[in-house]
Each structure stands twice: as structure tokens, then as C-alpha cells.
């Protein structure tokens, strides 16, 4: 079955490439920039007048053109905001046109644009479960601390769950976050928030875009059983020096760009940027905000650093070389220290070969995250992962199809040391292999969209090979009016160091390799050790009017089995305990759940106002064959309703607002509580005079619901221009405006509430040059 799987998948390469090559027409490639910061100008549309040949520039700026016959032509190349292009050029004897292509800023802003860089993307792009961020995005929310961050704006995004201010994490339609795949040009990135919860350790500044898939995504993605997380970092200005230096009540930031080799129109190009931000938040809140935490501040600090050297050739091939330093520590009260630290380097290729419109993309990586925690019962726990990816993939194009094919490897290793509730201490140490191929084809027929692809994932540590079959398709009903829908299996090998069931999960952890495991789940033989999943879903979007856009999305995540931390473990796994069930010596135990659900977003998008509107209606439910449970990330109804005013002169003054109402999380309810009296260290244990320790009496678990979360942010800020490229921006922003009290835990032997964060108003200056 392999070897004919191998053989059919040669021959359609073999097929598909000689289709690509064996032409007797024509073509005309190449990339669309800005002229004045070289960034690629992606989704311009590009067009041969007076024929029905035309093309869309991708995320990079790339178009290709294919089966032109001989003769002369003038290529026409539109994009919002910019003067538009027209070039002529001649196909003699089918060469191949190939020139690149450099957009001017248009003088006169326009208060409409009907055809905008996310409509085509709209239209010629499958888009299921995906939305894609750019920075101009991220500002339009409140900006906490007076810095707009990518972790902000995920919280808005359909399907996303929120748990809370301090060490919040993210949970995508019922998937944990380490079942989230998230990618830093390629470079897998183990932890990418900080335990504010606030603050991610992307500087959105010199973000180029995400892609964030909350589901269905195809199959040049792998790995990981829920969604993915795709950033670009953009290039250093390849024709001036600039930068950005930002101080505010919460941190700082320091950004530097520019040459090395100057820009020349068709020329080649070396840059740098150069990005460092840390936070004083803890040093100022005692002063600022001594009223949290009872005159001790907020004991939160990271520092993030980040580099990138970029060469552009005159051909359009390019390379980058990369690297980052971020690090976070914080002392929670009453629960624990943590402190985590993360460093990795990495290169990408982009090749255009000059006889070809094939484009070859290349990635490799390094990086390392290490995470200590020390509980205030004095158990230390650790977690380490280290390893490389590295991949290669081919793109033809093929006229208005697309052909992707492409191969991946990744090894790490994991180490682990954690202590259960009744001290039992659990540990691994693995080294793991995977290795991936995957090919998809696009056919574009007109109005019906569709995109198959294959995945073959083989897990070589532990013998085990996924095959991954997975579909997306779009059919523009109408010009305003899209249906969509994905299909796929997805697995992954990585398995988190908490548990599902914690009511706060700070420690995050990673562990993987051949894991402890039951042999059977649910009276059925447990035949591999990966996680897996399937995903279905559906939706349409509609253009109401040329400023409102309407997405609706259903979907539904069967997580057929998941491995997971079992912290009830007692006793040792050896044969003197065979009679013992596994779930009270098993390591690891196995799970199975689902996540269902609709989203609903409403996007209203026009020059002085911005109004952005989410309803989510979720469900998800976890079983481990014992109990049936809802996790802790379980919300059933999530609103985020953001909105933007621009207005003054020249647009200089901004007004932006963020209003996020959740439904409750499950939590575990207090059934009862006892003295317990030591009497396993002392035979002459006095307990008659001596008080025991008060322990509780657990309810069923996750039966209960946490009271509704709610929260209002709002900021206001000023732009003053200097010159062309000198600005200082004021910014002022209110934290939780009318000071919701929403839970973060309870001490339940102390019986002591501690919340999220109050009302917090931070002021901030950014001065751009």
C-alpha cells in the first residue's frame, strides 16, 4: 500500500512538472514592492490589457502569469492607495517576461475603495477558518500599556478563547494551546505570550502579517491537531536608516532599521532590522498602581529581543537569516514562581529560477525553551524542549492553478520534571524524529474554488506514519455572496505537561516520545501513541455593502484520542501493582472529546470609522473512559465588539474601544472539608492536642461555572508630524474602565478571592523617525 501510495504520488509530480515545463506559450513573472520601504505589495492585482490574463501577487509580493501566446502586450498592475502601473513587454518564441516592480504611495487618499487587498484575497483564495492580521489591524484595538500587540487582537478573532489577564492563555474551538502550531518565519515557537497574558512577544511594529487557521487548515501544515499561528516579520528598509523608541507605565521599546546595501530599482538589496522591548512593569506599579496586590504591584517582567538580516537579488530570489532572546519571569501570589526563557536562530530562501515560473522555498532552524516552576508547596517542576525544523517547498504555476509540493524534518528533545498533589514525582527525557511530505493542487474554476492535498506524516521515534488526507473548497455564488468548507485529519506527537483539568494552568510544559499509555481506552485496544483529530467545517461570507463585510462559520473538532498528564497517579507501574487500575499508576492517560460550534463576525471598515463584531457559541467535552468533563477553557458564549474613530486634522486624533463579555469557565466545586492528622511520619502523633492540616472534599468535576467575565478598554491618542518620517504619538489607555471584579482563583482553604486586573490607566510616548 505504501510503495503504490509512493508511486502514484511520484507519477503525479512527474506529470504535473512536465505540464508546467512543456509549454509552447509564453509567460511574464515577477514582484511587485513599495518603492519607498521595499515591503512586497501583496493581492495587487495584475493584468494583461485587452486579454483575460491576469494574476493576484501573493504575501510576497510574487505574480506569474502563465500561457501567453507571442506577441506584444502592456501589463497593468493595480493596488489600493497606489499609482498604478503600466509596463509593455513582448513573448517571442515563449521565453519567459520576467521583471520586478515598484508602486508609488498615490497623493490623494480615497475615502472609498471598492477593491481592496483582503476582497481579492476574498474571492481567490479558499480562506476557511483563517484571518489574516496585519499591523494596521492590531492598532485599531485599545492599545494596554500604550503598545498595540498581536496577543490583543487574537483575542478578538472568531473562535478564540481568552482565560484571563494574568497567565492567560489562548484555547482556538476546543483546542489547547499546545495543540496551536505557531511559526516565526518558519521557526517553531514553543511559547509565544507572556504570563501577563497581555503581551505577546511579537513586536507588532515590525510584523509583516499572520495567518491565524482556527481550523481546516491544509496540508503544507503539520504537526499539530487544532490551529496554527503563521508570522512574517517584515525586512529592514533596504533605502534609509529609521526606527521607533516607545516608553510607557507598562515597558519600552527600541527599534532600529536600514541599509546595509542600498535599494536599486532591479537591483539587489541588504538590510537589518532590529527590534528589543522589556517591561518595568513591576518596578512602576508599586508606585502607580499600589492599590493591586496590597502595595506589592504586579510582579510580571519579560524582555524580547529580535534580529533579521535580509538580501534581496535582483532575479527576485532572496535570503534571510534570523534569531531572538525572549524571556518572562513572575512571582503569582499565593500560588507560585515561574520564569521561562527562550532563544532560537533561523534562515529562509526564497529561489526564482530565471527559466522557470516555479518558485522553490527553503527553511531551517534552531530553537530552545526552558520553563522552571516553583509552587508555594515547595514542589519544583521544569520542562525543556530544544530542536530543529527544517523544509522544502515547490510551487508551479500552473495558468490560474496552482501545484504545491514539498518535504519537512524536525527532531527535538524534551525533558521533564514534575511533582503530583501527593508528591509523586514524574519525569522523561526523549529524543524525537519526524519526518513529513504533502502535495496540494488549487483548481480555479471560475467561480468554484478547490484545494485536495495529502500529508504523510511519519513519527519516527515512535514507528508510527499518519496519512492525512485534507480538502478546502469556495464557490462564489455571486459577486458579494461565498460559500466555503474544509475538511482534514490532523496529528501530532507533542503532548502537554498540565492537565486539562487543572483550574489554573500556569506551567506550560512539554513532553513527548513513547509515553506511558494504557492499553486500552474504552474497552478498546489503544493502537498508536499520536494524538489525533478530524475537523469539519462550513460557513459563507457576504459583502453587505462595500464597507461591511459578514462572516459565518460552523464547525465541529473530533479529537479521537489525546494523551494526557495523569496527576492522580499513586502508585508504581511494576507488576506488584497489576491488579491496580491504570488510571491510578499509568503515567500518562488516554482522552477522546469534541468542540463544536458557529462564529459570527461583522466587519465594518471606512476611513475615520472601524467597527469590528464577534459573537462565539461553543461547546467542548473531554472524557478519559472514567468521568465525562468540560475543561476549564469551556465557554459558551464569547462577544468582542471593538470600534475605532479617527478624526482632526489630517486624522491625527484616534479614539478606539474594546468591549469583551464571556460566559463563565467550569470550575470543580467545594463539597465538604476535614482534618487530616499526620500520623505517617510520627507513630506518637499527639492527635488528640494537635491540629491536622484542613484538606477539601472536591466536588464532580468542572460542574460548576465561574461568574460571567466582562471587561471595557479604552484608548486615546494623539499623532504630531514632524516631516515625512518623524511623528511623536501620545497615547492614553484605561484598563478594565469600570473596574469589573472578574475571578482569576480561590484560595479555598484561606478562603481568599484574588482577581484579574483592576482598572489600570497607563500613559505612553512613541516617537518615530
Known amino acids: 500500500m505504501k510503495k503504490t501510495i509512493k508511486c502514484l504520488l511520484f507519477a503525479l509530480i512527474l506529470f504535473i512538472s512536465y505540464n508546467s515545463f512543456a509549454q509552447t506559450t509564453g509567460a511574464i513573472k515577477g514582484f511587485v514592492y513599495d518603492k519607498e520601504d521595499g515591503e512586497p505589495c501583496a493581492f495587487a492585482n495584475v493584468s494583461i490589457k485587452g486579454t483575460t490574463f491576469g494574476a493576484a501577487t501573493d504575501m510576497n509580493g510574487y505574480f506569474t502569469i502563465t500561457r501567453i501566446p507571442d506577441g506584444e502586450y502592456v501589463l497593468d498592475i493595480t493596488y489600493v492607495s497606489y499609482e498604478s502601473i503600466s509596463e509593455p513587454f513582448s513573448i517571442i518564441n515563449g521565453r519567459i517576461f520576467s521583471k520586478n516592480f515598484y508602486m508609488t504611495k498615490s497623493a490623494v487618499m480615497l475615502d472609498e475603495a471598492v477593491i481592496s487587498a483582503e476582497r481579492e484575497e476574498m474571492k481567490t483564495q479558499t480562506r476557511i477558518s483563517k484571518v489574516t492580521v496585519a499591523p494596521s489591524q492590531i492598532r485599531q484595538l485599545p492599545s494596554i500599556g500604550s503598545e498595540p500587540d498581536f496577543a490583543q487582537f487574537l483575542q478578538v478573532v472568531p473562535g478564540i478563547t481568552f482565560t484571563g489577564d494574568q497567565g492567560g492563555q489562548l484555547y ?48 503544507e501544515y503539520g504537526g499539530r491537531i487544532s490551529s496554527v499561528m503563521d508570522i512574517t516579520m517584515r525586512d529592514g528598509n533596504p533605502n534609509r536608516f529609521g526606527g521607533k523608541f516607545s516608553a510607557s507605565t507598562f515597558g519600552g521599546k527600541l527599534l532600529l532599521e536600514g541599509p546595509i546595501v542600498k535599494l536599486k530599482e532591479n537591483g539587489n538589496s541588504l538590510s537589518y532590522i532590529l527590534s528589543a522591548k522589556t517591561s518595568f512593569l513591576e518596578q512602576s506599579s508599586k508606585f502607580l498602581y499600589s492599590y493591586i496586590n496590597d502595595g506589592n504591584g504586579l510582579p510580571f517582567n519579560y524582555t524580547d529581543i529580535f534580529g533579521k538580516l535580509s538580501l534581496n537579488t535582483s532575479e527576485g530570489s532572496r535570503i534571510d537569516l534570523f534569531g531572538f532572546r525572549f524571556e518572562d519571569n513572575v512571582k503569582y501570589q499565593g500560588i507560585s514562581d515561574l520564569n521561562w526563557d527562550s532563544y532560537g536562530i533561523g534562515a529562509n530562501f526564497i529561489i526564482v529560477p530565471s527559466s522557470s515560473t516555479m518558485m522553490i522555498k527553503a527553511n531551517a532552524s534552531f530553537s530552545d525553551y526552558k520553563i522552571n516552576m516553583q509552587t508555594m508547596g515547595n514542589f519544583p517542576s521544569y520542562s525543556g524542549i530544544s530542536g530543529f ?15 504545491n509540493w514539498g518535504v519537512e524534518a524536525l527532531g527535538f528533545n524534551t525533558d521533564y520534571v514534575f511533582y503530583n498533589s501527593v508528591g509523586r514525582k514524574l519525569n522523561q527525557e526523549e529524543n524525537t524524529t519526524e519526518f513529513a511530505a504533502f502535495l496540494k493542487y488549487k483548481w480555479n474554476m471560475g467561480s468554484l474554488l478547490i484545494e485536495p492535498g495529502i500529508r504523510l506524516h511519519y513519527y519516527a521515534s515512535l514507528s508510527n506514519f499518519s496519512f492525512e488526507p485534507r480538502i478546502g473548497l469556495k464557490y462564489n455564488i455571486t459577486e458579494i455572496l461565498r460559500f466555503k468548507a474544509a475538511a482534514g485529519i490532523y496529528s501530532q506527537n507533542l503532548v502537554a505537561a498540565n492537565s486539562d483539568k487543572d483550574v489554573v494552568n500556569l506551567f506550560y510544559g512539554f513532553l513527548s516520545g513513547d509515553l506511558n499509555l494504557p492499553t486500552k481506552f474504552k474497552g478498546k485496544e489503544v493502537t498508536h501513541k499520536l494524538q489525533k483529530s478530524q475537523h469539519v467545517i462550513a460557513g459563507f461570507e457576504i459583502d453587505v455593502t462595500n464597507k461591511i463585510n459578514l462572516n459565518v462559520e460552523g464547525y465541529l473538532k473530533n479529537f479521537s484520542q489525546l494523551s494526557t498528564i495523569n496527576r492522580n497517579k499513586i502508585y508504581d507501574d511494576v507488576s506488584a501493582n497489576h491488579t491496580k487500575p491504570d488510571y491510578l499508576k499509568k503515567d500518562f492517560l488516554v482522552e477522546s472529546g469534541y468542540a463544536y460550534g458557529i462564529d459570527f463576525l461583522v466587519k465594518y471598515d471606512q476611513r475615520r470609522l472601524y467597527v469590528w463584531f464577534v459573537y462565539s457559541l461553543g461547546w467542548v467535552k473531554r472524557t478519559d473512559g472514567v468521568i465525562t468533563y468540560s475543561p476549564h477553557y469551556d465557554r459558551r458564549h464569547n462577544i468582542n465588539f471593538v470600534t475605532t474613530y479617527k478624526f482632526g486634522n489630517n486624522l491625527s486624533w484616534n479614539v478606539s474601544a474594546r468591549w469583551n463579555l464571556g460566559s463563565g469557565f467550569p470550575f470543580t466545586k467545594t463539597a465538604g472539608m476535614y482534618e487530616s492528622p499526620n500520623l505517617y511520619e510520627n507513630l506518637n502523633y499527639d492527635y488528640w492536642s494537635t491540629n491536622g492540616a484542613l484538606e477539601i472534599i472536591y466536588d464532580d ?14 484608548t486615546l491618542n494623539k499623532v504630531f508630524t514632524f516631516s515625512r518620517y518623524t511623528k511623536l504619538e501620545i497615547n492614553f489607555s484605561i484598563t478594565n474602565v469600570y473596574n469589573r471584579e472578574n475571578i482569576f482563583y480561590f484560595e479555598r482553604v484561606t478562603y481568599n478571592r484574588v482577581n484579574q486586573l483592576p482598572i489600570m490607566p497607563s500613559l505612553g510616548l512613541s516617537l518615530t523617525f
Open 701 to 714: 468535576l468542572n460542574t460548576g461555572r465561574l461568574p460571567y467575565y466582562h471587561r471595557l478598554d479604552l
Open 389 to 403: 525544523n527544517v523544509g522544502l517547498d515547490f510551487v508551479y504555476f500552473l495558468g490560474t492553478d496552482q501545484f
Open 172 to 219: 482556538i474551538r476546543g483546542g489547547s494551546n499546545i495543540q496551536n502550531l505557531v511559526l516565526l518565519d518558519g521557526m517553531v515557537i514553543y511559547n509565544p505570550f507572556h504570563s501577563i497574558g497581555l503581551f505577546s512577544v511579537f513586536d507588532s511594529d515590525i510584523m509583516r502579517s499572520a495567518d491565524v487557521y482556527t481550523g481546516g487548515f491544509n496540508v
